[in-house]
């Protein structure tokens, strides 16, 4: 091979590694800005709960909880939030409730 053609074949090459660095980076950056925007996306408010006669920790996490959010985890919650140490509520007192957004 002569030297012009080892010259083009060597710029074939740096193209194409040019274009695979250049796409493996506009990849990176998309999932670097998506994980971003699902960690902005779920913000957490605090409301007052009532609490009824028949009320149950479950009937209240199960209404409250995120969509993506297992109910157990949303009764750990409110129960760490409330210093409470067992499952038990009472009709009359209210609970603070994460609700998430």
């Not at 660095?21 to 998309?30: D, N, Q, S």
Request: proline content about 1%; overall charge positive; some cysteine.
């Amino acid at each position: 091979m002569n030297y012009c053609m080892v010259s083009k074949v060597m710029r074939r090459i740096r193209r194409k590694a040019f274009l695979l660095i250049t796409l493996g980076m506009i990849l990176c950056l998309g999932t670097m800005a998506l994980g971003a925007q699902r960690e902005q996306a779920q913000r957490v408010y605090y409301e007052a709960v009532f609490i009824h006669s028949g009320d149950t920790l479950w009937q209240i996490a199960k209404e409250y909880k995120a969509d993506n959010e297992k109910i157990e985890h949303m009764i750990s919650e409110i129960m760490k939030i409330n210093g409470m140490r067992s499952e038990n509520i009472i009709s009359g007192e209210s609970l603070i409730v994460p609700i998430k957004k």
